[in-house]
């Protein structure tokens, strides 16, 4: 069964470093979406992505972060600086139309 | 008022118990109602999918949308050990992208 893959499953990182988080969303699907998890609470979205552009985005999203999708298969959140509030896991998740998304296992970022 | 209100329990019941979880919201414009199941440190993993209101049933699973009391419900079935995670109800408008996720409940079935 088709599915997304995030690389890497934990990353470690200093504050203040940047990180790029990378994602292969499942290979027809043309929507793709970034969320995340801080332990203990719920799931939050960051973003949206569709024809190589940003078609929604949420407060948590600021200038601290950009997605891109550098080639046909790979999608990615960096964090220009990371804090340490950035903590969390990260999901990345695909749909084909914009309805029913399919979520990868998550980065488990750690910014000490 | 939150948009998505959901009990975190934690649930525990025996092995072949039937098991009803429960989501209210405020929002009535949401369209797309989901149930995701999320094992400790993974991703949420779809479980059902329902457009507007009504009920949908699979295996052992049957999800209920009642849009005219804003509020859903995931009904298990038979249920198992491997059953054991926590359920996430989400929702959708049609003109959005994002989800908005519940905080989940913790659902522990003994054996």
């Known amino acids: 069964e088709p599915e997304v893959t995030q690389t890497p499953s934990h990353q470690v990182t200093q504050m203040g470093q940047e990180v790029i988080l990378r994602c292969v969303p499942i290979?027809?699907?043309?929507?793709f979406y970034w969320y995340r998890q801080i332990l203990g609470q719920k799931v939050e979205f960051l973003v949206s992505f569709y024809n190589n552009e940003i078609s929604e985005k949420s407060e948590i999203f600021d200038d601290q972060f950009s997605v891109e999708r550098p080639d046909g298969s790979n999608f990615t959140l960096k964090i220009r600086s990371t804090k340490l509030e950035d903590s969390a896991m990260y999901f990345c998740a695909s749909s084909e139309a914009e309805d029913i998304q399919y979520f990868g296992a998550g980065t488990r970022l750690s910014v000490l | 008022q939150k948009e998505v209100e959901q009990d975190p329990g934690p649930l525990s019941v025996p092995e072949g118990a039937i098991v009803s979880l429960n989501c209210t919201y405020s929002n009535s414009a949401f369209q797309y109602f989901m149930w995701y199941r999320q094992y400790s440190r993974k991703g949420p993993e779809l479980l059902m999918y329902t457009y507007s209101s009504g009920n949908k049933e699979d295996g052992r699973f049957t999800a209920q949308v009642d849009k005219s009391s804003k509020y859903i419900s995931l009904f298990i079935r038979d249920s198992q050990p491997s059953d054991s995670a926590t359920y996430l109800c989400?929702?959708?408008?049609?003109?959005?992208?994002?989800?908005?996720f519940g905080s989940g409940t913790r659902l522990s079935i003994r054996p």
């Open positions: 290979s027809n699907h043309l929507y």
């Open positions: 989400a929702m959708k408008l049609s003109s959005a992208s994002k989800i908005i």
